[in-house]
């Protein structure tokens, strides 16, 4: 088992990075209809929290995808475990995620969802890790960007662990 998780940003940083990145999706979108697609599971909290920042009128949408399974390694095989559901073609999409790590992942959805001819597409990280990018991708809003190290909680898990806690933290 891993050690205990050790706080690298509290929950009053995660605030005020999840308004900053609220005030610059707002400015970014005023008078448009933004769809947001969060990447279940890990994004659910981060992403709610930033719809009751955004103070925009948004739709919702949600896709699940899998490259994990149970260690701490991704496998480097994505697979789209629930697809969208709503079409986008035409429409302005945010994707909304948790971590980016190497890219792997949100390289995927994004050539999935760019193939549905949106009318723009961005993406919004909560955290990033570019030490380990694989694959290169603009980040247009960014919480954070963090260490080497394998993070959790704030919705972020590990095996479905941590996901509870309400600070980001990092398991050695």
């Known amino acids: 088992m891993a050690s205990q998780p050790k ?3 509290t929950q009053d940083e995660i605030k005020q990075a999840v308004a900053r990145l609220a005030t610059e999706i707002r400015q970014d979108y005023q008078g448009k209809q933004l769809l947001l697609i969060g990447i279940l ?13 955004l103070q925009l009128p948004v739709e919702v949408e949600f896709v699940k995808l899998s490259s994990y399974g149970v260690s701490k390694e991704t496998s480097g095989r994505v697979k789209v475990v629930q ?10 999409v945010l994707v909304i995620e948790d ?5 792997l992942t949100i390289s995927f959805l994004l050539d999935y969802l760019r193939k549905r001819k ?3 597409l961005r993406l919004c990280a909560l955290t990033d890790k570019p030490s380990r990018r694989q694959v290169p991708l603009t980040i247009h809003y960014l919480g954070f960007t963090v260490p080497n190290k394998f993070i959790v909680g704030y919705g972020i898990d590990w095996n479905e662990k941590f996901r509870y806690l309400p600070d980001i933290c990092f398991i050695d």
């Open 7 to 9: 706080v690298l940003f």
């Open 41 to 53: 599971k890990g994004s659910f909290m981060f992403m709610a929290d930033l719809v009751r920042q």
């Open 83 to 92: 697809g969208l559901k709503t079409p986008i073609k035409g429409r302005d």
């Open 99 to 103: 971590i980016v790590d190497t890219g």
């Open 118 to 120: 949106p009318a723009s």
